[in-house]
Each structure stands twice: as structure tokens, then as C-alpha cells.
């Protein structure tokens, strides 16, 4: 079974702290990692992609990728309230690049 | 910006009873996706369709579920005899190509009394 694990939180910071969301996947041949927020009732959303191994920044957000440790990270720098979600970290999977795995997510929340 | 738009955005229906969701992907994406997500659990795969065809199912997909693109915009997902199980937000989702990321629509609420 193919999964994606996530702490499911709740992780609590407070505001313009630094969030580190973290992600490890079983499908050692993976090629694309996703990161999506998702506010409760909403579609998930998307906030990062990374596909090779180091970090991608984008903005306030880096997602890090250890392809050896099956590992994603996602660090929020200077955490709003609105950052306030559900983060889920998605991959696909190499023998099928059609087909995504969701993690459970991570339940993040921003004290002001 | 062009998205991804569903319809209804709510569906209340009698178990036994066939569904449709509807879905029109954005114009120039050829990879269509139906997820579905289950109050407080994760979103999870149903199907993958390209070129008129399913690429990908999961095992949740079985008999009762049905993909099709019946015109150059729309993207459908039925089921025909709901459970109570399928009490869930259903989700579609499109891409330009399959390695790249998905845009997700807003959901359809679907509730099986």
C-alpha cells in the first residue's frame, strides 16, 4: 500500500513564528510532491510543488525535499492567522503518474 | 483566471437513487480527476480519465461509479444506486499535463439519507 503520512496536529504557533509541516511517503520512486492547504469546507489549494531534491522557495513558503530519507518538508515563515488550515501534502506515484496520494493532513493554527 | 467549476455545489439524495456531478475542467487541460473526501478524513483517489478514457482507478471505484466526457467541456462522475457511504465531498480536479499540478474545483457536497 502506497501511503503518505502527516502529523495530524494540531500544531499551534504563534503569529510571525516560523511553521514546519512534515511529510514522509512510501513510494521510494515518487517524482512530484505537492503541497495544498485546505480551509474546512473548502478544495484543497494549492501552495507548492517540488520535484528535485533541495529546497524551492516562494515567498514565505520553502518546501524542502530529501528523496533518500522519503521526506517533504514545508516551512511557513512569519505565520499569519490566515495561514490558519489544513495542510496536505499530495505525491504521485512513479508507476502511475496519474494517480495522487494524499496525506491526512496537517491541522496548522496561527495564535495571533 | 480560468478554473475549475462544479455543479450542484450541494446534492441531498435517497440511498438507491443515481447521482450525476458535474465538472468543467479548465479549457486547455487534458487530465481529469474525481477525488473524494469523507467529513474529517483525507482526500482520496477515485479516478483518472485522458483521451476519452479511464487511465486510473482506485478501489473505490467499482461498479457503481461511472467517468465520462460526454462533450468537449463537461466531465461527469454518477453513481448509480448511492449508499449511505457516499455521504462525501466530491471533488474534480484537472491538469495540463499529468506530471504537473492539479487544480481542484470547489466541491460537491453529496449527502445519501
Known amino acids: 500500500q502506497k501511503e503518505v503520512e502527516q502529523n495530524s496536529g494540531p500544531l499551534s504557533v504563534p503569529e510571525g513564528a516560523i511553521a514546519s509541516l512534515n511529510c514522509t511517503y512510501s513510494?521510494?520512486?515518487?517524482?512530484?510532491f505537492f503541497w495544498y492547504r485546505q480551509y474546512s469546507g473548502k478544495s484543497p489549494e494549492l501552495i507548492m510543488f517540488i520535484y528535485s531534491n533541495g529546497d524551492k522557495e516562494d515567498g514565505r513558503f520553502t518546501a524542502q525535499l530529501n528523496k533518500a530519507s522519503q521526506y517533504v518538508s514545508l516551512l511557513i515563515r512569519d505565520s499569519q492567522p490566515s495561514d490558519s488550515a489544513t495542510y496536505l501534502c499530495a505525491v504521485n506515484l512513479k508507476t502511475s503518474y496519474d494517480k495522487v496520494i494524499f496525506g491526512p493532513g496537517t491541522s496548522l493554527s496561527v495564535i495571533p | 483566471e480560468p478554473e475549475v467549476t462544479q455543479t450542484p455545489s450541494h446534492q441531498v439524495t435517497q440511498m438507491g437513487q443515481e447521482v450525476i456531478l458535474r465538472c468543467v475542467p479548465i479549457s486547455n487541460h487534458l487530465y481529469f480527476y474525481w477525488y473524494r473526501q469523507i467529513l474529517g478524513q483525507k482526500v482520496e483517489f477515485l479516478v483518472s480519465f485522458y483521451n476519452n478514457e479511464i487511465s486510473e482507478k482506485s478501489e473505490i471505484f467499482d461498479d457503481q461509479f461511472s467517468v465520462e466526457r460526454p462533450d468537449g467541456s463537461n466531465f461527469t462522475l454518477k453513481i448509480r444506486s448511492t449508499k449511505l457511504e457516499d455521504s462525501a465531498m466530491y471533488f474534480c480536479?484537472?491538469?495540463?499535463?499529468?506530471?504537473?499540478?492539479?487544480?481542484f474545483g470547489p466541491g460537491t457536497r453529496l449527502l445519501v439519507l
Open positions: 480536479a484537472s491538469t495540463p499535463d499529468r506530471e504537473e499540478t492539479q487544480y
Open positions: 513510494d521510494r520512486g515518487s517524482q512530484s
